[in-house]
Nanobody, 120 residues
């Protein structure tokens, strides 16, 4: 069974940085696409950063220039580097991965979420 496990969330002051990590556990062939979403209290889940397979990374306008999505296929890892954090970045962050399973079928999965709180 494939699972995504996130880490790296926490409390940070405005202007600070955090690096979120997401590891894909279980047998897979490769990661195809990777995304990070977030959901703030009382708001809908929104796409923060996307890295399509062989395509150009995309970012929400609110995080462009501050956040960077990256991945390490060899380690089955997905990262989100967040710099110059603002209070409005406070949310639960979720990784979402589409991958090629051990049986060569595509599958997708969500992480459990990690809370990021930006506050002084």
């Amino acid at each position: 069974q494939v699972q995504l496990v996130e880490s790296g969330g926490g409390l940070v002051q405005p202007g600070g940085s955090l690096r979120l990590s997401c590891v894909v556990s279980g047998r897979i062939r490769s990661i195809d696409t990777m995304d990070w979403y977030r959901q703030a209290p009382g708001k809908q889940r929104e796409l923060v950063a996307a890295m399509p397979s062989g395509g150009t990374t995309n970012y929400a306008d609110s995080v462009k220039g501050r956040f960077t999505i990256s991945g390490d296929n060899a380690k089955n890892m997905v990262y989100l580097q967040m710099n110059s954090l603002k209070p409005e970045d406070t949310a639960v962050y979720y990784c979402h991965v589409r991958m090629v399973g051990a049986d060569y079928r595509y599958l997708q999965s969500w992480g459990q979420g990690t809370l990021v709180t930006v506050s002084s």
